[in-house]
């Protein structure tokens, strides 16, 4: 098997920074392999297709700690890219205090904003403090959000099944992962522009 660059990738603790997570789209093939649940009135997750009284809820991972995660690019080529469990947790915090939990679209595409989808649940799994979050195979540091879909058009896509998950977009930093070495890759603005489009589907 090709062993292929692997780099952390980090935000900024500033808040004036665009180094963030500034959205977080719905996409039909998450990049982490996971999808949401749809809840009924009951709260029980039910598959697609056996959803009869919505509550119109979604919860489920947004990002979970040290997944290495494939990326394939023209100028950069192939390459795997992960977030430690600490900047999980600082995308989390970022994301709420600049407010962006009602920055959606579908499909990393900017043109397709949505309005009426808002995440009103988060929380990272911590066994230690009994914060488990959803059952299944999930690490310790993932982080889960919830969001109220108030777009019926949006929702048919979710009941359909065209729409199964969430994936966060942003602007980060690359980090060569080892200990003699922990400055970031060239972070001009070139190469910014460039993450960003990646990371936006482009």
Known sequence: MQKLPLYE???????????????IALV??????KA???????????????????????????????MKIYRNDPDFGEYQ??????????????????AFQ?????????????????????????SAKGMVGLAGDYPEGTWFVGARVQNPAVWEKIKSGEITG????GVFEYYKPNKEETAPVDTDDELLAKIKELLNGK
């Open 102 to 126: 009602s920055n959606v679209n579908l499909m990393h595409n900017s043109e397709q904003m949505v309005e009426g989808v808002t995440y009103f649940l988060s929380f990272i799994r911590d």
């Open 166 to 169: 969430f994936s966060v977009e």
């Open 81 to 98: 890219v992960f977030f430690s469990k600490e900047t999980v947790v600082k995308i989390a915090e970022k994301f709420y205090k600049k």
């Open 36 to 66: 949401f649940y749809a809840f009924d009135e009951n709260t029980n997750p039910l598959a697609f297709s056996q959803i009869k009284e919505d509550e119109y809820l979604i919860v489920g991972p947004a990002m979970i700690p040290d």
């Open 9 to 23: 990738m980090s935000i900024k603790d500033e808040t004036e920074s665009e180094v963030e997570v500034s959205a």
């Open 28 to 33: 039909d093939s998450p990049a982490i392999e």
